[in-house]
T-cell receptor
Framework: GAGVSQTPSNKVTEKGKYVELRCDPI?????LYWYRQSLGQGPEFLIY????????DSGLPNDRFFAVRPEGSVSTLKIQRTERGDSAVYLC??????????????FGPGTRLTVL | QKEVEQNSGPLSVPEGAIASLNCTYSDRVSQSFFWYRQYSGKSPELIMS????GDKEDGRFTAQLNKASQYVSLLIRDSQPSDSATYLC????????????FGTGTRLAVRP
């Protein structure tokens, strides 16, 4: 079946602009996660949705970052007043409960954000 | 101390050898452990998950977990050049909503 999809695949913007990044999870997955990955680093957690609500937004770096998931499926990560330090690959993952108690997350292809 | 630590490598092994990748974690309440493979320019791909002490095998891959030592490893048998990638170790605990905490990854190079 279809995996997690993310659009756009690449986004170049200028410092100070607003951007929206979209994630479409695997059908039937109720949990959705946003991470960002800088070069040479592992992905860093940003926010997690269970259904429509943000269950954990402790990873959002500041109030310029916001995410929504209004119907419990597609999610949008919004970044206001972008800064050069926001440049990274933004990854979305969705999950289901596998055998036992383990919950496995599957990642989309990512959106490479470049802030000039 | 980082929450999840991995040797950045590169780890170089000849084709057909066993590659051994290691990861330590600091949070004792971590419950689930994952290995992701990431090719250059691509997103992480889940290859193994484990939550019980001991070994878990899937094809050429074996994950080993030792909670007492806070150590998880990945063995790749009969390594192939196509296994050359960065391997990311990730941990989660249910009380933190299953968010994953990643190490920085170990780069594996399998030479023909």
């Amino acid at each position: 079946g279809a995996g997690v999809s993310q659009t756009p695949s690449n986004k170049v913007t200028e410092k100070g602009k607003y951007v929206e990044l979209r994630c479409d999870p695997i059908s039937g997955h109720t949990a959705l996660y946003w991470y960002r990955q800088s070069l040479g680093q592992g992905p860093e957690f940003l926010i997690y949705f269970q259904g429509t609500g943000a269950a954990d937004d402790s990873g959002l770096p500041n109030d310029r970052f916001f995410a929504v998931r209004p119907e419990g499926s597609v999610s949008t990560l919004k970044i206001q007043r972008t800064e050069r330090g926001d440049s990274a690959v933004y990854l979305c993952a969705s999950s289901f409960r596998a055998s036992g108690s383990i919950i496995e997350q599957f990642f989309g292809p990512g959106t490479r954000l470049t802030v000039l | 101390q980082k929450e999840v630590e991995q040797n950045s490598g590169p780890l170089s092994v000849p084709e057909g050898a066993i590659a051994s990748l290691n990861c330590t974690y600091s949070d004792r309440v971590s419950q689930s452990f994952f290995w992701y493979r990431q090719y250059s320019g691509k997103s992480p791909e889940l290859i193994m998950s484990i939550y019980s002490n001991g070994d878990k095998e899937d094809g050429r891959f074996t994950a080993q977990l030792n909670k007492a030592s806070q150590y998880v490893s990945l063995l790749i048998r009969d390594s192939q050049p196509s296994d050359s990638a960065t391997y990311l170790c990730a941990v989660s605990r249910e009380s933190s909503g299953d968010k994953l905490t990643f190490g920085t990854g170990t780069r594996l190079a399998v030479r023909p």
